[in-house]
């Protein structure tokens, strides 16, 4: 089989990806494969996480030059958000990085809340209809959840460090970003660590500093059209299900298994679904439920 991560994620993969294999791996297969067209729900609800960001930042537009560069932008970003957890009790769009059994992983928190020396772990999902998702797509958004609970969980107790970067990136501890990267930087009036060992010790540093996150989280669903509230789904970190699951997705990414396509339980689903007329392994239900 494809090496998919050397294929398709060699600089990590993403918290999504593995979460969206719970609701489909066929698809994730051919997103990887393909690409995916961005629909006008996907559009609304990147817009409704960037508008919830500028609500505390303002947020600038820069382009890295090189991996280094890329890979400091994240621990900047993540610095930054840190700080102002730290001074105001809350941030939001914080990226990690964390390793989990033989998987490097990247992903970027919706929001997250310090107060009373707890962390706490919240995502705001925008839907198109006014009702709550089904139980398979709460199923899909709580592990991603646990996925951030558990990368935070190594970050506060120091078990993935910028030894851990320096070797999945095969970076030297003498590394920098690039000059025209660090101009970018200093003319939006902001600094930056130029050294990519010194930027992500003091980046980790911060992540130190918290507790470790609560285990209850929170899900808050929006209506789209008005930006109204739907309701919410507060759901614990289960070590078990947390376990099982990463173990079922770890093996599709390590070329154990092929993708798994959805069973006729759950045919519904490919009536959402944008490689429906290409996917040839689809279940074929006599109707949908």
């Known amino acids: 089989m494809v090496n998919l991560i050397q294929e398709y994620r060699p600089n990590g993969i993403a918290v999504t990806d593995l979460s969206s294999q719970l609701w489909c791996e066929k698809q994730l297969e051919f997103a990887l494969e393909k690409g995916r067209k961005e629909t006008a729900e996907m559009k609304a609800g990147k817009e409704r996480h960037r508008e919830l960001h500028e609500e505390i930042a303002i947020l600038v537009k820069v ?132 050294n990519i060992k010194k930027l992500s010790d003091k980046t980790f540093r911060l992540f130190q500093k918290l507790p470790v996150p609560e285990k209850i989280m929170k899900i808050r669903y929006e209506f789209q059209e008005r930006r109204k509230l739907i309701g919410s789904d507060e759901f614990s970190f289960d070590n078990d299900i947390f376990q099982r699951n990463f173990n079922f997705v770890e093996e ?38």
């Open 252 to 289: 599709f990414w390590l070329g154990k298994r092929k993708a798994i396509p959805v069973g006729i339980n759950n045919a519904w689903k490919c009536k959402y679904c944008e490689f429906y007329d290409i996917c040839e392994e689809k279940p074929v239900p006599t109707k949908y439920l």
């Open 63 to 194: 382009e890295p030059k090189t991996l280094v560069d890329s890979v400091a932008l994240r621990l900047h970003n993540a610095q930054v958000g840190l700080n102002r957890l730290l001074l105001t009790g809350m941030t939001r769009e914080i990226p990690l990085f964390g390793k989990i059994n033989s998987l490097f992983i990247m992903g970027v928190t919706d929001e997250i809340i310090l107060k009373n020396n707890s962390l706490h772990i919240l995502d705001t999902k925008t839907r198109k209809s006014n009702s709550m998702p089904s139980e398979a797509q709460k199923r899909t958004t709580r592990f991603q959840l646990m996925l951030y609970n558990k990368i935070i969980q190594d970050l506060v107790g120091a078990k993935f460090t910028t030894e851990n970067i320096l070797n999945f990136y095969d970076f030297k501890a003498s590394d920098k970003i690039s000059d025209n990267f660090k101009k970018q930087i200093n003319n939006i009036g902001d600094q930056i660590e130029p």
